[in-house]
């Protein structure tokens, strides 16, 4: 069954909710209670009425009995409908969730070849330092270039469930 079937049986439900209310109210009963109004004469107006009228009588109670029965289908089919709208947003979310997870992967994997270039340039450049630095320190006293023991790269690696970034020294 789906959300629409049961929308569709909660707005018929109502509607045959609503069609029982107007026949009962067009079938009003109206009793005369005796002058006096004491419980015991109210009471046997109201019995007198009903052995008058049975059929009408008969007919209102079974019209009271389906508008409580309707309703307590209706009670049942909104359970139902919150029971899959909970369910269609639980859904949404696992996709949202899944959605977001592939952005993050093109970012992860954007990250992990960018962080590769990196290395290799850094490479490159510590390779340079290294045939310049005899002769940098012979003409200027110092180093040409400090720090890489230090020079790191990020990446981005997953074990199915948690990413983690971490810094590779390069």
């Known amino acids: 069954m789906t959300i629409e079937q049961i929308l569709a049986e909660v ?15 067009s079938l009003t009963v109206t009793v005369t209670p005796p002058e006096n109004d004491s419980p015991q004469a109210i009471t046997e107006a109201y019995r007198r009425y009903a052995r008058e009228n049975a059929q009408l009588v008969a007919e209102l109670k079974g019209i009271d009995d389906a508008i409580a029965a309707l309703e307590d289908q209706l009670v049942q ?25 592939k952005i993050a992967q093109v970012h992860a994997q954007r990250i992990n070849e960018l962080a590769a ?33 230090t020079i790191s790269v990020p990446h981005v690696r997953s074990d199915g469930d948690v990413w983690t970034i971490v810094n590779r020294i390069v």
Do not use: N
Request: hydrophobic letters at 40%; one cysteine or more.
């Open 11 to 25: 707005a018929a439900l109502r509607s045959q909710i609503e069609v029982l209310r107007e026949e009962r109210a």
């Open 117 to 149: 270039e990196l290395a290799i340039e850094i490479r490159s450049l510590k390779a340079c330092a290294d045939e310049l630095s005899p002769l940098y320190w012979q003409v200027y006293y110092k180093p040409f270039i400090t720090g890489f023991k």
């Open 77 to 101: 089919k909104q359970a139902q409908l919150q029971q899959w709208q909970i369910q269609a947003k639980q859904l949404s979310l696992q996709e949202q969730l899944d959605e977001a997870r």
